[in-house]
């Protein structure tokens, strides 16, 4: 049991963090700062315990429920890393909106240990549970701003469909339960090589809770309106914590059957049909929408939608052989990063909440602050995929992916719609260059903890751009899947 | 690490001068002059001492043809592409190494003096750029390194040309010779997409040991070679290099007589194995080299403007250096480089410290006399000019003397070659003799306002003029400071080295007496004009060809037919945006219908589908 505590040491680094953080909040109720503090404390501590351990096997643990490898550490901590960077670079948001309150450090944190043991999780109960861990503080945290009847809108939106998602997910594993009789990843790997429409339609039912999750067209329709409705930071937190945690889990059911099973060859064919179509769909509806949009929030929303549709080329890609999908690693990893820092500057913006933060507002920001554009741009460029960005290489490397596992006309379509997005980040680059600001631009304010964030998120972005050896080295050395 | 440190030097005080002038700014205070410079000067004469360090190891260590390598990191590794980011100091580097930290730390602190209220932390910034980008094209061990040296030697030639932006003019140039690079770059580009798909690597030792097939060599030696053109200024690339004049003094001196417009000249005496792979390739350089050294002489005839005199008389010694890698005797190339640098910082730091005395007047009519009223540049020009000339004992003699001789008798060596570096040669005499006398003899011409406040350099000037004469002094006496593997076997022809000797000394005489005729009794003045009129050519045949090519462009294809494709796409892509946004409709029952419908369309697929429960 000793063994198991020493391995588990940075989750139980987080809970202890948690209690100290709700603790503290309880007891310094009238001081935001105590909390945001330990908070701080609490991720960062845990970011370099979990990736200061590199075990070469993965270990099981608690009647090989929960998996601590390379790739459930890794995830800890850069979920925990992104959190101390909305933490460290949003608190004058919550501040400016009158909701910088201490409870939102703990639901923050809860949040990311449903993430991290959702991802690690090896069993189907296990991951509901850490499901719901994650997404009760995020329907919280989204209806934050809560004299804004949009926030709360947006609060029970995301409540409402992701509570209907979660009883898919149950009645899903409810199936596979009836058809294999066991909950646990490996047991129903290993009663998947005899097959059955029980199994299948379980697994079907699994997979569509979470593809809502990383929204996937058709399955995307909440994410505009809770993007928009949710308080910036939540936003952020959304777009990179919940995404790469629910892509990550999305990726590991998909794989939960055996791909050598004869018996299953018709479903998987199938459903890697199907999963085509959400590709292609995802892509396409993304990037047309994201041009017709004005708020910038919803264009970030159709945006990540774009980008769930270019992660999933990379599963396209490593779909048959089952192998590691280490593009879609790479590609993770460096969305998380440009898209922590465009929400993180996207919170400095001093529109009124109501109206939410428009394209219009980024009008003549070269003239007004040219530092911030710089900023813009960088992040900007890495989303549409330029050269010297870390976004380049993260579309390389699931287009090559897509490409080797024979995927041709998808890729082509991508390219595409490659070119349909570049359209929309370089006009809102234009915007802020080429225009002069208008009257009803609104402002922009740089504080120093923003700037921070905002400008270590851009160093990774050109670093990785520039050398990314070392970064895709270790990436795929990292095995999704067991 | 000692070759990373050197490199990352100018780097570093770049960093520094650049938070200098942004504090500055932010504080609303004018930078000084004098603690940029010295931040500059600083960091390139420690990057001096580095190069001198690296230099005495690699004489130091053993072996035929030793190398002091440094890899940092593995840059690129992409598929077959493997490209390591690393720098490798040779023979080769290390002649170059040493003449851009020590010409350059020189002309840092001649900057200081001539930039004294009229530059700024960010005139340091760019010129510590120059050198960071500069030491990365001749130390870096890949292809793709040199290109990104290449490309940044570019911006700040480009950035420092127009550096007093203020006048149209200067923004002209600048862009001028940023546009005649990049058609140069462009062959760079293609030579290393040749040299990955043929010989599978951009790795600078690896490439130049490989044998390519014959039409493949001659095609990826005439890409490389007109990268060459472009940032050489040679034909017919080389119009930018008078228009960038248009830049501070000691940067004319820097990069645009002796550091990067040599760049050419290593990179073909670094794939000189590949380069001499191909008679043709050869053949054209030499002839491009000869052509180029001629013609830029003619021109200088014809200048008055003291810096154009030495723009054109650079373009012309750097043809003789292209004709030296043409005939197959880099080497010399190299000591030519070498020499030249010296002697023509030396020149055009003179020129400087004239025009400086002057308020800004660069017309060599409006000058004269000025023998004794600046007599450290007076003496320290003489050297210069004694050493453009070739006169025995000064640098330039044995270098040129050196290229003349090899033009006969190295491998692919050539009468008409030779007869022509020789003329030119001669005309160098005679324009550089006519320079020298109408400024610093004679009668004063100098108006009366420029006359009234004429005065010698600061110290600062001065001293860096002394140093570089001493260098074009001396700077031959040690032979040549590379040794290529170059096809040595029988020449042409053979000549006795002394017969070569003999001869350049008695044209450089008659030129010289040419010179002093014409120009030393009553001085007409002259008209500046360009015999050649390529400027007027280009802007003639290949301005107006491009511009009727892009108005055809224009019209028939991007207005006919691709503004109608992109109208079309348009109008499909926001047809499809608006399409899928009227779903968007904000009620919550319905997007959970639809995510419904969803699921059961995914499932009524699966069981009826897959499972044939249908049929």
Redesign the interface.
């Known amino acids: 049991m000793s063994a198991e505590f020493d391995l588990l040491g940075p989750w139980i680094s987080l809970c202890a963090g948690i209690l100290l953080t709700l603790l503290i909040s309880v007891i310094r109720t009238e001081s935001k700062r105590p909390a945001q503090i330990s908070a701080l404390i609490t991720v960062v501590g845990t970011a370099v315990l979990s990736l200061g351990k590199q075990p070469s096997e993965a270990a099981l643990v608690f009647a090989g429920s929960f998996e601590i490898s390379s790739l459930t550490l890794l995830v800890l901590g850069g979920l925990c890393a992104l959190a101390a960077m909305f933490i460290l670079g949003t608190g004058h948001y919550l501040s400016r909106e009158r909701i910088h309150i201490s409870d939102y450090y703990h639901l923050l944190l809860i949040l990311v240990l449903g993430a991290s043991v959702m991802v690690a999780s090896r069993n189907l109960i296990l991951t509901f549970i850490a499901l719901e861990v994650m997404s009760l503080p995020a329907y919280t945290l989204a209806g934050f701003r809560r004299n804004d009847s949009r926030s709360n809108e947006a609060a029970?939106?995301y409540f409402?469909?992701g509570g209907?998602?979660g009883a898919?997910f149950l009645l899903g594993s409810s199936f596979v339960f009836g058809a294999t009789g066991t909950l646990t990843y490996s047991g129903v790997f290993s009663a998947s090589k005899s097959g059955g429409?029980m199994l299948?339609?379980g697994h079907?039912?699994l997979l569509?809770s979470f593809l809502?999750k990383v929204a996937a067209a058709?399955?995307h329709?909440?994410k505009?309106?809770v993007y928009e409705g949710a308080p910036t930071p939540v936003t952020g937190i959304m777009a990179t914590i919940i995404t790469a945690a629910s892509f990550l889990t999305l990726v590991r059911l998909i794989h939960m059957i055996d791909y050598g099973a004869a018996e299953m060859g018709?479903?998987l064919a199938?459903l890697k049909s199907?999963l085509r179509f959400v590709t292609v769909a995802s892509l396409?509806?993304g990037s047309?929408?994201?041009?017709?949009q004005r708020s910038l929030k919803r264009l970030f929303a159709y945006s990540s939608i774009t980008h769930t549709g270019y992660l999933m080329l990379g599963v396209l890609g490593s779909f048959d052989s089952g192998a590691s999908a280490s593009s879609v690693l790479i590609y993770l990893c460096g969305y998380c990063v440009m898209s922590t820092g465009a929400f993180v500057l996207l919170a400095l913006s001093k529109s009124p909440a109501d109206t939410g933060t428009e394209l219009i507002d980024l009008t003549g920001l070269m003239k007004r602050s040219p530092y911030l554009t710089g900023l813009w741009t960088i992040f900007l460029f890495s989303m549409a995929g330029m050269p010297f960005t870390v976004g380049f290489f993260a579309k390389?490397f699931v287009f090559m992916a897509s490409m080797n596992g024979g995927e041709t006309v998808v890729v082509v379509i991508a390219a595409l719609c490659t070119v349909?997005g570049a359209y929309a980040y370089l006009r809102a680059i234009a915007l802020m260059t080429m225009r002069e600001a208008a009257p009803t631009s609104g402002e922009w304010e740089l504080t120093p903890g923003s700037q921070l964030v905002a400008v270590g998120a851009a160093v990774f972005v050109l670093f990785l751009g520039i050398?990314?050896?070392?970064m895709?080295?270790y990436l795929k050395g990292i095995p999704l899947i067991h | 690490m000692i070759i990373t440190l050197l490199v990352f030097l100018p780097l570093l005080g770049f960093a520094l001068n650049a938070f200098y002038h942004f504090n500055s700014a932010a504080r609303k205070r004018e930078p000084s002059v004098w603690v940029a410079g010295l931040i500059a000067s600083s960091a390139m004469v420690a990057a001096f001492v580095c190069a001198l360090i690296a230099w005495a190891r690699l004489k130091g260590s053993a072996g035929v043809g030793p190398v002091l390598e440094e890899s940092l990191f593995s840059w690129m590794n992409l598929g077959a592409l493997h490209v390591e980011f690393g720098y490798r100091f040779d023979r080769l580097s290390a002649a170059f190494t040493l003449v851009i930290t020590g010409v350059g730390a020189l002309i840092h602190f001649y900057s200081i003096g001539y930039m004294e209220n009229r530059g700024s932390a960010r005139y340091f910034c760019y010129l510590n750029l120059f050198c960071f980008m500069m030491l990365n094209l001749v130390l870096g061990s890949s292809l793709p390194q040199v290109f990104l040296g290449w490309e940044g030697v570019g911006l700040a030639s480009y950035l420092l040309i127009g550096f007093w932006s203020k006048e149209m003019a200067n923004i002209a140039a600048a862009q001028k010779a940023f546009l005649m690079n990049r058609i140069g770059d462009l062959g760079l580009l293609f030579a290393m997409f040749i040299a990955f798909k043929f010989a599978g690597t951009l790795d600078l030792a690896r490439l130049a040991g490989f044998e390519f097939r014959p039409d493949v060599a001659t095609v990826f030696g005439l890409l490389i070679f007109l990268a060459c053109t472009g940032k050489s200024a040679q034909i017919p690339l080389f119009t930018w290099l008078p228009d960038a004049m248009a830049g501070p003094t000691p940067v004319s001196a820097l990069i645009h007589a002796a550091t990067m417009v040599t760049s050419g000249i290593y990179l073909l005496a670094r794939l000189n194995p590949v380069i001499s792979q191909s008679t043709t390739v050869l053949l054209v350089i030499s002839a491009v080299g000869a052509a180029t050294a001629l013609m830029a002489a003619i021109t200088a005839c014809f200048q008055s403007d003291i810096k154009k005199v030495l723009a054109y008389s650079t373009i012309s010694q750097l043809g003789f250096m292209f004709a030296a890698c043409g005939v197959g005797a880099a080497e010399a190339g190299v000591f030519h480089v070498v020499t030249h640098a010296f002697f023509k910082a030396l020149l055009f730091l003179g020129a400087g410290s004239v025009i400086h005395a002057l308020s800004g007047t660069q017309d060599v009519f409006k000058m004269g006399g000025l023998r004794k009223r600046l007599p450290f540049t007076f003496w320290t020009f003489t050297a210069g000019w004694a050493a453009i000339l070739g006169l025995f004992p000064f640098s330039g003699f044995f270098s040129k003397d050196m290229i003349l001789h090899e033009a006969l008798v190295a491998a692919h060596g050539n009468p008409w070659v030779f007869g022509v570096l020789a003329f030119s040669a001669l005309l160098t005499a005679f324009y550089m003799t006519r320079l020298y006398v109408l400024v610093f003899f004679g009668e004063s011409r100098l108006s009366e306002e420029a006359g009234s406040h004429v005065h010698e350099s600061p110290l600062v000037m001065i001293l860096p003029l002394v140093i570089l004469a001493v260098a074009s002094l001396a700077g031959g006496w040690f032979g040549v400071p590379v040794h290529l593997e170059t096809a040595h076997g029988e020449g042409a022809s053979s000549v006795s080295p002394a017969v070569i000797m003999a001869l350049s000394l008695l044209i450089a005489g008659v030129g010289a007496f040419l010179g002093y005729r014409k120009y030393s009794g009553t001085i007409q003045v002259e008209a500046t004009k360009d015999p050649f009129r390529v400027d007027e050519f280009y802007g003639a045949v290949v301005g107006r060809g491009v511009k009727s090519l892009a108005s055809f462009f224009g019209r028939y294809l991007e207005d006919g037919f691709f503004q109608k494709i992109l109208q079309v796409s348009g109008a499909a892509v926001d047809l499809g945006g608006n399409l899928f946004k009227t779903v968007q409709t904000g009620s919550a029952q319905g997007y959970l219908l639809m995510m419904v419908l969803a699921l059961l369309g995914l499932m009524f697929g699966l069981v009826f589908g897959v499972n044939g429960y249908g049929n």
């Open positions: 029970l939106k409402i469909l209907a998602m898919v429409v299948e339609l079907l039912l569509v809502f058709p399955l329709f909440w505009p309106d018709n479903y199938w199907a396409i509806v047309t929408v994201m041009i017709t390389y349909v050398i990314p050896n070392a895709l080295q």
